[in-house]
């Protein structure tokens, strides 16, 4: 499975947002240059997060973004789930796809399945506060 630069760069948005005050709101143009992405590109990205109750805007002078939940109550499956939709190795197995005519007879079904399991079960496993944690222990990482 391939995640794109979207998935990427809304993890570290939202890993910015984690370190810093809970109760602030980070205008976009700050993370922007905390960490080098285009402003314009995460404009794209905090839309279907704020969609997913993971972020709160506010407007203003001192509007900006900020975590709807505490870093610890946000998994990295929450993010990438947001920005990407279902996680599923291959198509036929997203909830919106159609029941595949040859699900019976296809011998490969499985391992796809359990794939799809772990893999879910990895980023349902990491939170953004371990992230973080994570970052700050090894710098480099990120």
């Known amino acids: 499975m391939k995640f794109s630069t979207k998935d990427r760069y809304a993890l570290r948005l ?3 947002l984690a370190r810093r005050d809970p109760d602030e709101f980070v205008p976009l143009k700050t993370i ?11 404009e794209q990205i905090v839309t279907p997060l704020s969609r997913a109750g993971l972020l709160t805007s506010g407007r203003g002078s001192q509007g900006g973004y900020r975590l709807a939940r505490p870093a610890a109550e946000i998994t990295a499956g929450d993010i990438l789930r947001a920005v990407e939709g279902d996680l599923v190795p291959i198509p036929c197995l ?3 796809a159609a029941e595949c005519p040859r699900r019976a007879q296809c011998s490969t079904i499985g391992f796809w399945e359990g794939l799809g ?3 879910n079960r990895y980023v349902d496993g990491v939170t953004l506060e371990a992230l973080c944690r994570q970052q700050a222990e090894d710098p ?3």
């Open 117 to 119: 399991e772990l893999l």
């Open 94 to 96: 997203a909830s919106s």
């Open 32 to 42: 922007s240059n905390c960490q080098e992405i285009s402003q314009k590109y995460l």
């Open 14 to 16: 939202m890993a910015e």
């Open 140 to 142: 480099q990482l990120f």
